[in-house]
């Protein structure tokens, strides 16, 4: 990750010297800061479908109904969601961590009737679903 961060600064003063301060140089710069700053924001616990705080295996899994505007117009992405998991199994509670506001109440209707392994405490995971108009 440190050589990303170091590539990203050379690019970002790379560019810098080369663009000029006309308007366009400036939207270049202001595009160019804003894609380094959010590379450097993820982290590897985001990026991945499941978090190490929960080693719950997850015994139902309900798929979500894909919204049909977003499918006819053919917007997709992914909804990252933190999950909240009683003793017993169930979902307690889950939280938007990001999306398309629309594919995340779908998929928050999914996951809510997933169920998992009992576990000794209520425990809470990371999960991420795709959605992809093509399939």
């Known amino acids: 990750m440190g050589k990303t961060k170091k590539r990203g600064a050379a690019t970002l003063t790379r560019i810098l010297r080369k663009s000029s301060t006309t308007a366009a140089g400036s939207l270049r710069f202001v595009c160019l800061a804003a894609f380094v700053m959010v590379t450097a924001v993820l982290t590897p616990a985001q990026q991945g479908s499941t978090s190490a705080k ?61 169920t998992y392994a009992p576990g000794d405490a209520v425990s809470s995971a990371q999960v991420s679903l795709e959605f992809n108009p093509y399939r």
């Open 54 to 114: 929960s080693e719950r295996k997850l015994v139902t899994r309900v798929e979500p109904e894909y919204p049909a505007i977003l499918r006819a117009r053919q917007i997709g992405g992914t909804v990252r969601l933190e999950v909240t998991i009683t003793p017993k199994g169930t979902v307690k509670d889950v939280a938007l961590i990001g999306g398309n506001p629309i594919l995340a109440e779908a998929a928050i209707t999914a996951v809510k009737r997933w």
